[in-house]
């Protein structure tokens, strides 16, 4: 059933100064619903004040989506957006997601919406405006301009453009379905430029990634007769390799590109603690399920979570997690 965005629509309509944002460690769905989002309110005739904000640092990989570097670090007690009158929350709905700007959240007396496709959502207090069949947060943030009936300017097009192509795997993934390119001739009719998004995020790589990506490679492993796949970067890793966290984007397609492999694990040490582990299912294993079971959450074929644990600790207990949703499925 689509989406009733009057709420929204009546929010932007009644408040004048608005905070964006997205989760920590953003991809490309959710830097560029927050970019195309902020240009379609800050142009007329909408002209309303918008500022944008994470709560990690940025990808180099997107850059060119912010050549103003619009997009601020958050950094507490942000009270740069103390002055706001509403706060949008763009490609996540959970809290452990937003990292610092959660704790902001929760203090900020302003009006708040969610826009977002994930499975998994907390109460933030705010209007949700959640479909997980869409694609991409991309695709509800065109519905939502539409619904203010204002134009997408052509950056936000452009924006959008990675975002769609981004969250479908470049057009590749079983989520793309014919309106997935419908929507795509919509936004290059807008502006959209596909060849100069697809050579700044694929065909700019840095030295520092490949020599990551060649760690990630050289560790992969196999477990339940070949049924799952898994592999992981170490915290000296960075160092090593001159590489940031933000480079270890999309490796984790490795895993799930074995013959064979159902399952596909990549465990991330974290440079504050932890481990990050994200997973990939090939169909019939729901990964959602499994990492709400460590407190994180996602998609049917694609989540993450956080484990406050040692790398060999967090891989026995996700290894034996997987093995157990495999035995279990039929």
Request: net charge negative; with cysteine; glycine share 8%.
């Amino acid at each position: 059933m689509p989406l009733d965005w009057s709420p929204f629509v009546d929010l932007i309509h009644r408040h004048r100064r608005f905070v964006l944002t997205t989760h920590v460690r953003p991809d490309g769905d959710g830097l560029g619903s927050m970019l195309a989002l902020a240009a379609a309110l800050e142009a007329p005739p909408l002209s309303k004040t918008v500022h944008l904000t994470v709560a990690s640092f940025l990808p180099p990989r997107y850059g060119f989506l912010d050549p103003a570097q619009r997009i601020q670090r958050f950094e507490p007690p942000g009270d740069l957006y103390r002055n706001v009158d509403a706060a949008l929350v763009l490609d996540t709905g959970t809290w452990n997601q937003l990292g610092e700007f959660g704790d902001f959240l929760k203090s900020l007396p302003v009006a708040k919406a969610v826009i977002d496709h994930h499975l998994t959502q907390d109460e933030l207090g705010a209007l949700r405006f959640v479909d997980t069949t869409a694609e991409a947060t991309g695709r509800l943030v065109y519905e939502a301009i539409a619904a203010l009936g204002v134009p997408v300017p052509p950056a936000a097009a452009h924006c959008l453009f990675v975002a769609l192509a981004m969250d479908t795997g470049w057009f590749r993934h079983n989520n793309t379905t014919p309106a997935t390119f419908a929507l795509a001739a919509d936004l290059v009719r807008a502006g959209a430029r596909a060849t100069e998004a697809y050579e700044c995020l694929f065909e700019q790589n840095t030295l520092a990634r490949l020599q990551l990506t060649g760690l990630v490679l050289s560790r992969l492993q196999v477990a339940q007769e070949g049924r799952i796949a898994h592999t992981e970067i170490r915290r000296d890793d960075y160092a090593a390799t001159g590489a940031t966290p933000q480079d270890s984007e999309d490796l984790i397609n490795y895993t799930r590109s074995i013959a064979g492999v159902e399952v596909g694990l990549l465990f991330m040490e974290q440079p504050r603690g932890g481990v990050k582990i994200s997973f990939r299912s090939r169909q019939r294993i729901d990964v959602a399920k499994l990492a709400e079971r460590f407190g994180g959450g996602g998609h049917r074929l694609a989540s993450g979570a956080i484990l406050e644990t040692s790398l060999n600790e967090a891989r026995r207990r996700v290894l034996d997690a997987v093995a157990d949703a495999l035995l279990s499925t039929p």
